[in-house]
T-cell receptor, first 114, second 109 residues
Framework: DTGVSQDPRHKITKRGQNVTFRCDPI?????LYWYRQTLGQGPEFLTY????????KSRLLSDRFSAERPKGSFSTLEIQRTEQGDSAMYLC????????????FGPGTRLTVL | GQNIDQPTEMTATEGAIVQINCTYQ??????LFWYQQHAGEAPTFLSY??LDGLEEKGRFSSFLSRSKGYSYLLLKELQMKDSASYLC??????????WGAGTKLIIKP
């Protein structure tokens, strides 16, 4: 396994458009996380899955954001009606559901909303 | 509330030693992680501490004091490639990672 992968690596879109990102975690990892990161800040938690169940979603996350992990493997994050404030790096991470919980990150998708 | 504090930026000289501090207040504690993040790249794991004391791994060491809510990352024999942001993250009572904003380390020749 080559690690966590994300697609696309870069996305430029116009305000109001919908975008969808994909994350493929490390195959044996049952936890999958989505984060958003802006310049000079740490990762901001968006949501996480254990297998196919979405167990937690940030209260800061608007209804325009939705995530799925239908078969407990890859996950998608969709942003509807994008706004300029959505411009950020979107990071996916995966881990095993143990107390240690080291998270392995993908390369991220950089979103620019014009 | 939950809070992780670390300095915004530090500067050090190639070949020297630098210590990056992190203080935390979280709902529960299940370990503290340090990650390195180069500009435009994803964070990569450096260290994990769950018991008090010093963990050494090559040029990098990490220390934890749970009673003080305090950790530091020590980088020795600094190299130019160590220029990066260093993120402190605490695993809380739900085993979720609470992240600091990161410390940008600038290495000068």
């Amino acid at each position: 396994d080559t690690g966590v992968s994300q697609d696309p690596r870069h996305k430029i879109t116009k305000r109001g458009q919908n975008v969808t990102f994909r994350c493929d975690p490390i195959s044996e990892h049952n936890r999958l996380y989505w984060y958003r990161q802006t310049l000079g800040q740490g990762p901001e938690f968006l949501t996480y899955f254990q297998n196919e169940a979405q167990l937690e979603k940030s209260r800061l996350l608007s209804d325009r954001f939705s995530a799925e992990r239908p078969k407990g493997s890859f996950s998608t994050l969709e942003i509807q009606r994008t706004e300029q404030g959505d411009s950020a790096m979107y990071l996916c991470a995966s881990s095993l559901a143990t107390t240690y919980n080291e998270q392995f990150f993908g390369p991220g998708t950089r979103l620019t909303v014009l | 509330g939950q809070n992780i504090d670390q300095p915004t930026e530090m500067t050090a000289t190639e070949g020297a030693i630098v210590q990056i501090n992190c203080t935390y207040q979280t709902s529960g504690f299940n370990g503290l992680f340090w990650y390195q993040q180069h500009a435009g790249e994803a964070p990569t794991f450096l260290s994990y501490n769950v018991l008090d004391g010093l963990e050494e791994k090559g040029r990098f060491s990490s220390f934890l004091s749970r009673s003080k809510g305090y950790s530091y990352l020590l980088l020795k024999e600094l190299q130019m490639k160590d220029s990066a942001s260093y993120l402190c993250a605490v695993s809380d009572s739900n085993y979720q990672l609470i992240w600091g904003a990161g410390t940008k380390l600038i290495i000068k020749p």
